[in-house]
């Protein structure tokens, strides 16, 4: 009897060791994926610049907060449930003194020179547009 209680407990030994390997791998595959999507994310998708009216800059958020804004690109622009709506452009900044800068030129033309990332996280901001400089256009 002695002799089957070792064999039982032998394959318990045996099968805990495999489970446990196999979570550690689960782990680290997920670990790896996470960095692997946030830094694909980050990636810089396209660079330019727009220009227009500086409607709005704010910074919000309930937890995380970040700097947002709206930019009015002129003209109209249809869509099937509105109908016509004013063409608005919506970014976010990181940089405090760009967000500064923006403050000052609220209700003036400006060109925003930004660079749209695959994904933002919410920690960055709202979209996907992130300006990095701003200039008046007289």
């Known amino acids: 009897m002695s002799e089957f209680k070792q064999v039982i407990k032998d394959g318990a030994g045996t099968v805990g060791g495999w489970i446990k390997r196999f979570f ?3 782990l680290t595959l997920a670990i790896l994926g996470g960095a692997g999507y946030l ?3 980050n990636w810089t998708y396209s660079d330019g610049t727009r220009a227009g009216t500086l409607i709005k ?4 958020g309930v937890v995380l907060k970040t700097y947002e804004g709206q930019l009015n690109l002129g003209g109209f622009r249809q869509n099937a449930s509105d109908g016509v709506s004013g063409n608005i452009w919506e970014f976010s900044v990181w ?4 967000y500064r800068t923006l403050q000052n030129y609220e209700g003036k033309q400006v060109k925003l ?3 749209e990332k695959y994904k933002a996280m919410p920690w960055q901001g709202d979209t996907n547009y992130f300006i990095y400089e701003v200039e008046e256009v007289k």
């Open 113 to 115: 020179y930004y660079r």
């Open 39 to 41: 830094w694909v994310c």
């Open 57 to 60: 800059i704010s910074y919000k």
């Open 24 to 26: 550690v791998i689960l």
């Open 95 to 98: 940089d405090d003194e760009v």
